[in-house]
């Protein structure tokens, strides 16, 4: 499958995905809109308990790391829209598929990565690296919350369609560095999941840049791995690429900072009427605190959080559903050759009844030629509608 078809069919599944999540919303609307206030509400108690508890407060310094909506920090909406989309599409898909199922097809991410790297340990490592290179480039615009939210979405989203439809112009821009118009038989096995090992890499970089905290180091890194990337595809040795990216990651290592405050709203800095803290008075303070200095400004901090919250929930547990019944749909259809081959069986042990069998199978059955994949169905659950 050459990439242009291999984008239209990612294009194809992605509307059948988005037409049938509306459908599916429509149909569950009284169900969706519980959910989503359920996680309104437990993203909200989530933000408040970490800016009065953990931060202290609402105001928070720029390079503060933290997961809630605090002053300063709006962006970290995205983390809670991107999470709870995750979780609650998750939990719907465990629950209409069943659990087993959704620990198997999940296990298909390691078991394509491993053969992958199988194939040419050189070519998918460049393709890993430079995923890698995109993603901390791209984290210099967000926060390491974000990063991570986004690093989980993309790893649990890279045996996907979406992964080809995100990465297609990366990998042609990767191909035109490395200078690959004619591939290698190794390399050329490697090109055809290379949306998958390039979205692998996206998320392991977003997950380096949770890690060390620093866009600065992160930018570093990300143009360090590019070039480590077109090192290892031009046909220099992984050896010599590891050098070179180990000894700058190690000098780039003090350069890493952070900086921490708190301010108004701080469950510690509360004191009741009475003159008495109230982290002393129990349920009691619970209450003087929401009548003390800044909480105001904790709760609606807050609630941005859990506006978001609410409002990835809603998509994830449509979007968990559809991604449900495709699977099975995929399960089915892999099952059809062997239902074909026990009636051709049959069929040849009847002689007298062979042509008649036949006909009707031609008539009931027309043979379609099936799209060529990289994977058999049963290692891409959600693709069935592609």
């Not at 297609?168 to 191909?175: G, H, M, S």
């Not at 949770?210 to 600065?216: A, D, F, H, V």
């Not at 495709?326 to 081959?341: D, H, I, K, M, N």
């Not at 069929?347 to 009931?364: L, S």
Request: proline share 4%; hydrophobic share 55%.
């Amino acid at each position: 499958m050459n990439e242009a078809t291999s984008v239209r069919a990612g294009m194809a599944w992605t509307r059948d995905v988005l037409t049938q999540w509306r459908s599916w919303t429509k149909a569950h609307l009284g169900t969706t809109i519980l959910l989503s206030a359920l996680a309104f509400a437990f993203g909200w108690l989530w933000n408040t308990y970490i800016m009065a508890v953990n931060l202290e407060g609402y105001a928070v310094g720029p390079d503060e790391r933290t997961i809630a909506t605090a002053e300063g920090h709006a962006g970290n909406g995205l983390f809670w829209l991107l999470f709870f989309s995750l979780l609650s599409g998750l939990a719907t898909y465990g629950w209409q598929r069943g659990w087993k199922n959704l620990w198997a097809d999940l296990a298909t991410i390691p078991r394509r990565f491993g053969e992958t790297m199988s194939q040419s340990r050189s070519a998918a490592t460049a393709m890993l690296l430079w995923g890698v290179s995109i993603s901390l480039v791209i984290s210099t615009l967000i926060s390491s919350a974000v990063s991570l939210a986004l690093g989980l979405v993309l790893l649990t989203l890279a045996a996907t369609p979406i992964g080809t439809i995100l990465n297609f112009a990366l990998i042609r821009l990767w191909k035109a560095l490395c200078g690959i118009a004619t591939p290698k038989a190794g390399v050329g096995a490697v090109l055809l999941v290379g949306p998958f090992m390039v979205m692998i890499g996206e998320a392991l970089g977003l997950f380096v840049d949770w890690l060390i905290g620093s866009w600065l180091i992160g930018l570093i890194l990300g143009l360090v791995s590019a070039i480590a990337s077109v090192i290892l595809a031009r046909g220099v040795s992984a050896t010599k690429a590891a050098v070179v990216l180990f000894g700058l990651t190690l000098g780039l290592s003090n350069l890493r900072t952070r900086a921490a405050w708190a301010d108004d709203g701080g469950w510690n800095e509360c004191v009741s009427a009475s003159g008495e803290p109230c982290s002393d008075l129990g349920l009691a303070g619970v209450f003087a605190w929401f009548g003390s200095e800044g909480a105001g400004a904790v709760l609606a901090n807050a609630a941005v959080g859990g506006t978001f919250a609410g409002v990835g929930a809603a998509l994830g547990v449509g979007l968990g559903s559809v991604a449900a019944s495709l699977a099975v749909a995929a399960a089915q259809a892999a099952s059809v050759p062997g239902q074909r081959s026990a009636g051709a069986g049959r069929h040849a042990a009847e002689p007298a009844q062979a042509e008649p069998a036949q006909a009707e199978q031609v008539q009931d059955e027309p043979v379609q030629a099936e799209p060529p994949q990289a994977d058999s169905p049963a290692d891409q659950p959600w693709q069935a509608a592609a």
